[in-house]
């Protein structure tokens, strides 16, 4: 569980940046050229090139070099683990304002009968 916490964290420490998720957004097309990604951001390919390094060490995106042309993919895979998560989150939320409507719903059907007229 702890590893998986770990690996949680990196992911969403990678998504958390708005370059990033671009670039995921991107990907999520198609593999694209690390220039491709770069051009639209306002940063130098240096620093987008740093930024590719985080989603590939969060395990979202992989790249292969072929010539002197690198290109990137994103791992689909990666994202359902965020999936997870998040669905966990919301299953368990789902659950409590579920409890909590039939608690509302028993209050309202205990003072329909003490005569306030409600």
């Known amino acids: 569980m702890l590893n998986q916490s770990a ?3 990196r992911l969403f420490h990678a998504l ?3 370059a990033r998720r671009a670039m995921v957004d991107r990907l999520s ?6 220039s491709e990604l770069a051009r639209p951001l306002p940063m130098s390919l240096p ?5 590719l390094g985080v989603l590939e060490a969060a395990g979202l995106v992989r790249s292969q070099k072929i010539g002197r042309v690198r ?3 994103i791992e689909s895979q990666a994202l359902s683990l965020a999936e997870q998560w998040i669905n966990a989150r919301r299953s368990e939320w789902e659950h409590r304002l579920d409890r909590l409507g039939d608690y509302l ?3 309202d059907n205990e003072g329909d009968g003490d005569g306030s007229g409600r």
């Open 71 to 73: 290109t990137c993919s």
């Open 7 to 9: 690996d949680l964290d």
């Open 47 to 51: 620093s987008a090139m740093q930024h």
């Open 105 to 107: 719903k028993t209050l």
């Open 29 to 34: 097309r198609g593999p694209a050229p690390v």
């Open 16 to 18: 958390a940046d708005p």
